[in-house]
């Protein structure tokens, strides 16, 4: 009797472990994307602008079913562009492999680009 608790305990905590390294994995690959994220959003920030030829938007991101995620707004005046791009570009690398990674899903519906202006002398969408 007691072989056969010991014998289901060590099943059940392996069991145990192999879900908690799972779920942190997830976290930790979430969290890869999220400062990615911040990163990205804290280099595009200073959306001063001087017109409104001076504003633009990216696209970032894959969703499962294809398309960027979500969209940033930047002031070409006040962001390399080279440089968001690369970093845009990491983001949506990542993005795309974890969705692969995760088998994630999603709605599939077709996310449009903001218009966007400068208004009072910041990039803003319309």
Same mark, same amino acid.
């Given at each position: 009797m007691k072989t056969l608790f010991l014998k289901l305990s060590i099943i059940g905590l392996a069991l145990f472990f192999s879900c908690k390294k799972e779920d942190i994995s997830t976290a930790s690959d979430d969290q890869k994307l999220a400062d990615l994220a911040t990163e990205i959003e804290i280099f595009a920030?200073?959306?001063? =602008?001087? *017109? *409104?030829n001076d504003c633009k938007v990216i696209g970032m991101g894959s969703r499962p079913c294809g398309g960027p995620s979500r969209f940033i707004i930047y002031a070409l005046s006040k962001t390399d562009e080279k440089q968001l791009s690369d970093k845009i570009t990491a983001y949506t690398n990542l993005e795309k492999e974890l969705n692969s990674k995760y088998n994630k899903i999603g709605t =599939?519906?077709?996310?449009?680009?903001?218009?966007v202006d400068c208004i009072n002398g910041v990039c803003t969408s319309k």
């Open positions: 920030k200073n959306k001063a =602008c001087t *017109g *409104g =599939c519906e077709a996310l449009l680009p903001p218009t």
